[in-house]
């Protein structure tokens, strides 16, 4: 390649294909490649990025270092929603640990008013600024959803149901949260994907009739409530964290809720008994600070970079790890056909990974 301007000599500099392009992006300049040429301006770099959160996210993601290799965020954003589903998974044992020491209503509030003096920390801390108006409501979406709505309605379920068989039954929750998603952003998946995805929840259905005998109970009509509550709150909340952090997502869906929760929270103390054991201190630390802040943080961090689709159906894990728990933690007898479930939804999640959503 010959380099020239107005005050030097031309002289010759040899280059690989790669540093050629990049220096040329750097300096300003012309590329010749086979007999074409192409002027460079020194913006040219910068002009890549785009403005808005999203845009901004997208463009990091796809951004390749000066070898040419590309940066790949899908594994990251995996290992982020799976970390997500682990702290998920056990909400439902440290949950039953809670109903030892607090009645359900002061269980929920409570837990929702700590998580929020949490987020509400770090916020504070990180000196967040206010989300922009337009994103309010899909915030109350988010607070709705997955901090008031699909707590309380588990923890009443939990009263009268078993913690495996609850399970079971929020194991439908990644097909409700793909069938959102698909009517709120638009996006069509594949028909393998659905295939795959219509499956798992197909396995994991029948696995709840074979375990309760085919009788719809009332806590089962909780669970099927929580369902869409929890399906409509992942959704919205993974568009927002493409335009905003994760944890800001969390941590202003949990703010949002404090002034009803801290009320609701010394009204339910004051009518339901306490009676404060270990169990019941653990378990409502971990709802309160590893199911509903740290869990929902990596769970949308990790949303947004794989998508809800995706991410979803790595929830179908979840029951079969809540299972584990629930003979470990709580001594319950673990069904015979739970491993057959187990092979089952796994193939099914390597399936919804693989195919293009």
Request: charge should be positive.
């Amino acid at each position: 390649m010959r380099a020239q301007d107005s005050a030097t000599a031309t002289t010759t500099i040899a280059v690989t294909a790669s540093d050629r392009t990049v220096r040329a992006v750097r300096a300003g300049g012309t590329v010749r490649t086979g007999g074409a040429e192409a002027t460079v301006g020194a913006r040219s770099a910068g002009s890549a990025e785009t403005t808005g959160g999203g845009s901004t996210a997208a463009a990091r993601g796809s951004a390749t270092d000066v070898s040419g290799s590309r940066t790949d965020p899908l594994p990251r954003g995996t290992l982020l929603a799976a970390l997500g589903v682990l702290s998920f998974s056990l909400t439902f044992p440290s949950t039953v640990w809670g109903l030892e020491s607090f009645g359900p209503w002061s269980l929920v509030a409570v837990r929702s008013t700590l998580a929020a003096l949490i987020a509400g920390a770090f916020l504070l801390v990180g000196r967040v600024p206010l989300p922009e108006r337009r994103h309010w409501a899909g915030l109350a979406v988010v607070a709705g959803g997955v901090v008031i709505g699909f707590p309380l309605l588990t923890t009443l379920a939990l009263q009268t149901s078993t913690t495996s068989h609850a399970a079971v039954v929020v194991g439908l929750l990644p097909l409700t949260t793909a069938a959102f998603a698909a009517l709120r952003t638009k996006r069509r998946p594949s028909r393998t994907f659905w295939f795959a995805a219509v499956s798992g929840a197909v396995v994991v259905l029948a696995f709840t009739v074979q375990q309760s005998g085919g009788a719809v109970s009332k806590g089962d009509l909780y669970l099927f409530g929580a369902l869409l509550v929890c399906a409509a709150g992942y959704t919205e909340g993974g568009r927002l964290a493409r335009l905003m952090p994760g944890w800001h997502v969390v941590g202003w869906a949990l703010i949002l809720c404090l002034p009803l929760m801290a009320t609701g929270s010394a009204v339910a103390l004051s009518l339901e008994p306490v009676r404060l054991n270990a169990h019941g201190v653990i378990g409502l630390v971990w709802v309160a600070a590893g199911s509903t802040f740290f869990g929902l943080y990596v769970w949308y961090r990790g949303m947004a970079s794989i998508g809800i689709p995706k991410a979803s159906q790595l929830q179908l894990a979840q029951p079969l790890l809540t299972l584990v728990w629930s003979v470990v933690l709580l001594g319950e007898t673990l069904p015979l056909a739970a491993p057959l479930a187990a092979v089952a939804v796994l193939v099914c999640i390597a399936v919804t990974q693989r195919a293009k959503s």
